[in-house]
């Protein structure tokens, strides 16, 4: 019955897991619920510095484990992939788990510290760069080295084309990254944020067009606003009121769950999934129609 799950003999990396309320716990579980065996990244003394706070990393790993199939394995790494030298660090205890990495879910990311235009400095939007952009692509370029073995080619001029290693009978590995809303309309006071997610949404189909040479799809999901305790009435670090409001005149009549961007991902990541390629995918329960 196990081998009969769509991710069985699958090895999947998670970054960014290191609250049980957290969407990337919740890909987690969702991955190694289809049958993956799951190394997950994180770096908890981010979310120890914000109102929701940390989390007890053994229950965190439990939460995992326990919807793990039998023949499946297990491992966690802790870095800050704002240090370029970890992300080799983070990709090699993946690869060492089971010799191979399917499904990279870039799921990290920096949160509180934000602000409006005029409060920006160069230390706010390089912190928000480097940890949601930078370390998001360097990561994936990584990957993409060890899955297509060109990490020793000849650089490439502006126009030359990845080279071609197809044609594929079905993906060589998986990459999802995250968004935000700011594909869709304003997000007055976070700037900082807004600016390094929308990065990732306008190259992901440049990137996409490229990691398809080498048998890697790439997709990016905008989940909307998903409560991972940032929406929590005593947690919040922001004016609640308003968006109370508005989501109440929506048919859900409330935030996203992480399971709900977790199923997508779980999904996509199947076999029924690969013919999507290069998407930025909205999840939001019509946040974004209202």
Not at 17 to 32: C, E, M, N, T, Y
Not at 70 to 97: K, N, Q
Request: hydrophobic letters at 40%; glycine letters at 12%; one cysteine or more.
């Amino acid at each position: 019955m196990q081998h009969s799950l769509p991710l069985s003999g699958k090895t999947a990396l998670v970054t960014g897991v290191s609250r049980r309320r957290g969407i990337g716990f919740s890909v987690s579980r969702k991955l190694a619920s289809l049958g993956a065996s799951i190394v997950i990244h994180h770096h908890q003394p981010h979310d120890e510095r914000l109102p929701w706070g940390g989390d007890n990393l053994d229950a965190v790993r439990d939460g995992i484990r326990c919807l793990m199939t039998d023949d499946a394995l297990f491992r966690d790494v802790s870095s800050d992939l704002t240090d370029v030298p970890t992300i080799s660090v983070v990709l090699d205890a993946a690869y060492g788990l089971t010799g191979n990495v399917d499904i990279v879910v870039c799921n990290h990311a920096r949160s509180g510290d934000d602000g409006s235009i005029l409060d920006m400095t160069p230390d706010r939007l390089d912190a928000f760069w480097n940890t949601n952009t930078r370390s998001t692509i360097l990561l994936t370029a990584e990957y993409a080295r060890r899955v297509s073995g060109l990490g020793s080619a000849e650089p490439l001029r502006p126009g030359d084309p990845v080279p071609f290693q197809g044609p594929f009978d079905e993906p060589v590995g998986r990459v999802f990254w995250m968004t935000s809303g700011q594909i869709h309309g304003a997000m007055p006071g976070e700037v900082a944020y807004a600016t390094s997610k929308a990065a990732l949404a306008g190259v992901t189909k440049t990137v996409a067009a490229e990691l398809m040479r080498v048998g890697i799809t790439l997709n990016t999901i905008d989940p909307g606003p998903v409560n991972t305790g940032y929406l929590d009435a005593d947690k919040t670090d922001r004016e609640l009121a308003a968006l109370h409001e508005y989501m109440e005149t929506l048919p859900f009549g409330r935030f996203g769950a992480p399971s709900d961007p977790a199923e997508l991902i779980g999904w996509l990541a199947s076999p029924g999934g690969q013919w999507v390629v290069g998407q930025i995918l909205t999840s939001d329960g019509g946040f974004s129609l209202g």
